[in-house]
């Protein structure tokens, strides 16, 4: 296996993983009080979580963090709100809508990332001791949450409707 370059891929996901977080936190600030805000408080901690559990990797690879990747990351998703959203000085459907198609993506991507990661510990025994079908398993289910959101984002962003977000699950917990 080769750690460089293993390395190198885990600190761009540690990197995403962190502009992931801030978008979720403004999201969920801007929508606090309704089903969509409560479905992102309830996701928060799981991309907390997922965080956690990749330095947990970098550390058992004994991989250092790239903090400049952190910083300019972290400087990237500052300049990206920055972008036209219809309004200039207000949070606004398509901001809503850009935020969860982002988080879809990001979370498509920690997907592919645990999958690698799932495929090289059968044979890294580094890696042998994280769960990571579990990790699978659980962005399957934020994908599937965060798609419906987005959708029911972009029937708002490019309509004259209103945002009234209902809740997509309401027979089981917030977004499962």
Known sequence: MDVKLLGIYLNDHLAGSQVGLDVARRAERENRGN?????LASLIPELEQDRAML???????????DTLKQSA???LEKLGRLKLNGRLMHYSPLSRFVELEGLC????GR???WRALRRLARTEPHLARFDFEALVARTEMQLKALERWRLQAADTAFSHARFAPTNLFPAESPGR
């Open 111 to 113: 997907r592919s990332m």
């Open 105 to 108: 993506l990001g979370t498509q």
């Open 73 to 75: 990351a972290w400087v």
């Open 55 to 65: 330095l947990q990797v970098l550390r058992s690879l004994r991989v250092p963090r």
């Open 35 to 39: 089903p969509l805000g409560d479905y």
